[in-house]
């Protein structure tokens, strides 16, 4: 199968000024958990509204399902990857909730007959079926979130982005969110996600990090393969998984740990050995 994403030899400014963006190249594969790490201001932001088509002239190629994304086929593409930003308050357009998750399905001339079963399945999914006639305003920042991602999933998507989408949130919100990424990855064992994040364990647990520092690609790969660059990571002002830290804590006092742990559940199941 081809990846869902690839980019290659990306390089991006905006206006004339300075590169924010540095002959960066990445690809994500179906089914894919990806983590996008790094600083303020180091171009993840960008980064997501280069993939979704949102800004042009960029040097390099993106690639989205195999095809290099171009004027003609940029629409096309991009209405199989969906995005949730940062602030909930920003992500409405509609009146109701029902209205809101519509919005892509009306775009994309959907039939008004299959566009209610739509709507109906995907609320269910992210758990707001009893609020669809319900004003934005009445929502918690968690339920608007959840409604924004019932507007993606609508979308039926290949690709969704997350640019920060829990950061807002309080600790349940956060949570219920997360868990709400696990069940779409269950339904849709196909459907990769790249979440841009600065929560180190989310990134700890995820299949596959890029960090990001100042436009360019500082490291990529698995948890393990990214973490092990510890003193370049704290160098770069990142900060480091909780387990990967106790992890070198344990090795220094001698004792023999396995160089792939990075989550604090795998750091428990060996410690009870
Ligand atoms: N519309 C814009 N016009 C000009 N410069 C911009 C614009 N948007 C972002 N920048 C600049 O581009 C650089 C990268 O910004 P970007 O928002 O992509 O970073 P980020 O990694 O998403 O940061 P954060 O973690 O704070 O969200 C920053 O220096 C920022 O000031
Ligand atoms: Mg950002």
Redesign the pocket.
């Given at each position: 199968m081809n990846p869902v994403l690839q980019i290659e030899d990306l390089s991006f400014a905006?206006?004339d000024?300075k590169n924010?963006l540095n002959h960066v190249s990445l690809s994500i594969e179906p089914g894919q958990y990806a983590t996008l790490i790094?600083?303020?201001?180091?171009?993840?932001?960008?980064?997501s509204k280069l993939i979704m088509g949102l800004m042009s002239g960029y040097d390099g190629k993106i690639f989205l399902f195999g095809e290099e994304v171009n004027r003609k086929n940029l629409r096309s593409l991009t209405s199989k990857v969906g995005i949730v930003f940062q602030n909930p308050d920003n992500q409405f357009v509609g009146s109701t909730v029902a209205d809101d998750i519509a919005f892509g399905l009306e775009n994309s001339c959907v039939k008004r007959e299959e566009m209610e079963a739509i709507i109906q399945e995907v609320a269910c999914d992210v758990g707001m079926e009893k609020f669809l006639s319900h004003e934005p305003a009445s929502l918690s920042g968690g339920q608007k979130q959840r409604v924004a991602i019932a507007g993606v999933l609508a979308m039926n998507p290949s690709l969704v982005i997350f640019d920060?989408a829990t950061a807002m949130l309080d600790p349940r919100g956060k949570k219920e969110i997360r868990a709400l990424i696990q069940k779409m990855r269950t339904k849709n064992p196909d459907l990769a996600i790249l979440s841009?994040t600065?929560d180190i364990e989310e990134a700890a647990a995820s299949d596959r990090v890029f960090v990001?520092e100042k436009g360019s690609i500082l490291f990529a790969g698995s948890p393990h393969e990214v973490f092990c660059h510890y003193e370049e990571l704290v160098n770069a002002r990142l900060d480091i998984p909780f387990a990967v830290k106790m992890c070198r804590a344990l090795r220094n006092q001698g004792m023999h740990v396995p160089e792939n742990i990075t989550t604090v559940e795998a750091l428990e199941e060996f410690l009870c050995q």
């Amino acid at each position: 199968m081809n990846p869902v994403l690839q980019i290659e030899d990306l390089s991006f400014a905006y206006l004339d000024d300075k590169n924010v963006l540095n002959h960066v190249s990445l690809s994500i594969e179906p089914g894919q958990y990806a983590t996008l790490i790094g600083h303020n201001g180091s171009g993840k932001s960008t980064l997501s509204k280069l993939i979704m088509g949102l800004m042009s002239g960029y040097d390099g190629k993106i690639f989205l399902f195999g095809e290099e994304v171009n004027r003609k086929n940029l629409r096309s593409l991009t209405s199989k990857v969906g995005i949730v930003f940062q602030n909930p308050d920003n992500q409405f357009v509609g009146s109701t909730v029902a209205d809101d998750i519509a919005f892509g399905l009306e775009n994309s001339c959907v039939k008004r007959e299959e566009m209610e079963a739509i709507i109906q399945e995907v609320a269910c999914d992210v758990g707001m079926e009893k609020f669809l006639s319900h004003e934005p305003a009445s929502l918690s920042g968690g339920q608007k979130q959840r409604v924004a991602i019932a507007g993606v999933l609508a979308m039926n998507p290949s690709l969704v982005i997350f640019d920060e989408a829990t950061a807002m949130l309080d600790p349940r919100g956060k949570k219920e969110i997360r868990a709400l990424i696990q069940k779409m990855r269950t339904k849709n064992p196909d459907l990769a996600i790249l979440s841009i994040t600065h929560d180190i364990e989310e990134a700890a647990a995820s299949d596959r990090v890029f960090v990001l520092e100042k436009g360019s690609i500082l490291f990529a790969g698995s948890p393990h393969e990214v973490f092990c660059h510890y003193e370049e990571l704290v160098n770069a002002r990142l900060d480091i998984p909780f387990a990967v830290k106790m992890c070198r804590a344990l090795r220094n006092q001698g004792m023999h740990v396995p160089e792939n742990i990075t989550t604090v559940e795998a750091l428990e199941e060996f410690l009870c050995q």
